[in-house]
């Protein structure tokens, strides 16, 4: 047998012993479309030296011999050969299907007709393809008819060129309208004098071909270049039931879903925005500093009583009311009768010593988050904040002199901190 046999009869068995694996415990296209990433992260990074956890079945010596005998490119042929013969057994009545159905090995051609640049830049490549498909081709125009809407996808991001915002090693694709709001911002700010606030920004991306994260039916606006995340761990995306909007606004006296969310979300020139930004910010510099040590969120605390019940704790009770709320589990009832001591009224009292109770459990959980999170949870953003890019760079994307871009930290429902993209109405045609 010759070498290039050998590696002919490995593939065949190795492809056989994967689509078996994945067959005998899959039996939904979707499920598999889903899974397989993960699964052919295993495969790819399969090593016998080191203990490994794999799909039940990819232990099959047919399967780890695929990564000792072949090449990177080899390897990666093969396992989409895996997968599209796994998709083809597990609905191998295409007769049955809808007319609209195609068979994997038809997905597979239109897949390698596909652009490098768009075929590089689909979330989950070919397994993600798979699963935007129908939505991708819809969305240029040609639902049922694959070969029209490539050739507008390929097109369109033809057009696709890195932002050069804030400066021009800032690589991350975007469409030619977008780039040239990024410019405009540059520019306002420059000529505000506020061109600093965007030498803080770290980081510009986003551009990836994938479902909206908060609408998963729908692709993202980054999947066409109309949308930038700056700085994204430090801004994140916290849906609202996520956000302990209580405690922020007590410890700050700012509303997150208030005046300045509303004003920003509105739009307008840089000046009136600038304002609002500014309070986010301060908000977002305050609590996080209420939350950094036990001296930081007793001053809190106090801050909160007077918001909350319009007592002021002397220095003795402050401490006091801050050890009765720290207490695990937090004494409520002392804590209560306490501020009803100060001047509260009953039920301001109970109120306000069941957040501050919050509050300090908070406090215990937000110490233990060590990183940002790019999707915040009440404890990321309680330790790392939710709006750490400077205001003027705000302001600037949103304003309407600059770059006139929706922001989503302004957004009536999860707020993405870190996402600005062109209104629906700005948003160029696909074709």
């Known amino acids: 047998m010759t070498a290039d046999a050998n590696v002919d009869q490995i593939v065949k068995n190795g492809v056989e012993a994967i689509v078996a694996a994945i067959t005998s415990r899959v039996g939904d296209r979707e499920a598999l479309i889903w899974l397989w990433p993960q699964l052919e992260k295993q495969l790819i990074a399969?090593?016998?030296?080191?203990q490994t956890t794999l799909f039940p079945g990819f232990e099959a010596a047919a399967v780890t011999a695929l990564p000792q005998a072949l090449d990177p490119p080899e390897l990666a042929a093969t396992l989409r050969l895996a997968l599209l013969t796994a998709l083809d057994r597990i609905s191998p009545a295409l007769e049955a299907a809808p007319a609209s159905a195609a068979s994997a090995a038809a997905i597979l051609a239109e897949w390698n007709k596909l652009s490098a640049f768009v075929r590089n830049n689909i979330n989950g490549g070919f397994a993600g393809f798979q699963n935007i498909r129908s939505r991708l081709y819809a969305?240029?125009?040609a639902p049922s008819n694959p070969a029209k809407a490539i050739d507008r996808?390929?097109?369109y991001y033809s057009q696709l060129s890195g932002a050069g915002f804030p400066k021009a090693s800032f690589k991350s694709p975007v469409h030619p309208v977008l780039k040239a709001r990024l410019a405009n911002t540059v520019a306002l700010l420059t000529a505000k004098g506020a061109a600093a606030a965007l030498t803080r920004i770290k980081s510009v991306g986003g551009f990836n071909i994938r479902p909206n994260v908060n609408s998963p039916t729908r692709l993202s606006n980054h999947s066409f270049?109309?949308?930038?995340?700056?700085?994204p761990a430090i801004n994140p995306n916290v849906e609202k039931d996520n956000l302990p909007l209580a405690i922020i606004e007590a410890f700050t006296g700012v509303d997150l879903y208030g005046a300045e969310s509303v004003k920003l979300r509105a739009g307008g020139l840089y000046d009136s925005l600038l304002p609002a930004a500014i309070v986010l910010s301060k908000a977002n510099t305050a609590f996080v500093a209420a939350f950094a040590n036990a001296a930081g969120l007793k001053d809190g605390m106090?801050?909160?009583t007077k918001r909350l019940s319009g007592v002021t704790?002397?220095?003795?009770k402050l401490t006091t009311a801050h050890q009765l709320a720290t207490a695990v589990p937090a004494k409520l009832t002392d804590l209560g009768t306490l501020l009803q001591?100060?001047?509260a009224t009953p039920a301001k009292a109970k109120s306000t010593a069941r957040l501050l109770a919050d509050a300090a459990d908070l406090f215990r959980r937000a110490a233990k988050v060590t990183t940002p999170k790019i999707i915040g949870t009440d404890a990321s953003v309680t330790r790392f904040g939710f709006f750490n890019l400077a205001p003027e760079a705000a302001a600037g994307l949103a304003a309407s002199d600059g770059g006139g871009l929706r922001w989503l930290g302004a957004a009536t429902k999860t707020k993405d901190y870190m996402h600005f993209e062109l209104a629906e109405t700005d948003q160029p045609k696909l074709f």
Do not use: R
Request: hydrophobic letters at 45%.
């Open 225 to 231: 270049g109309w949308a930038v995340d700056i700085d």
């Open 139 to 141: 969305q240029f125009g």
């Open 341 to 343: 001591g100060a001047g």
């Open 153 to 155: 996808v390929n097109a």
């Open 302 to 304: 106090g801050n909160a």
């Open 313 to 316: 704790l002397p220095a003795a």
């Open 46 to 50: 399969y090593d016998g030296h080191l």
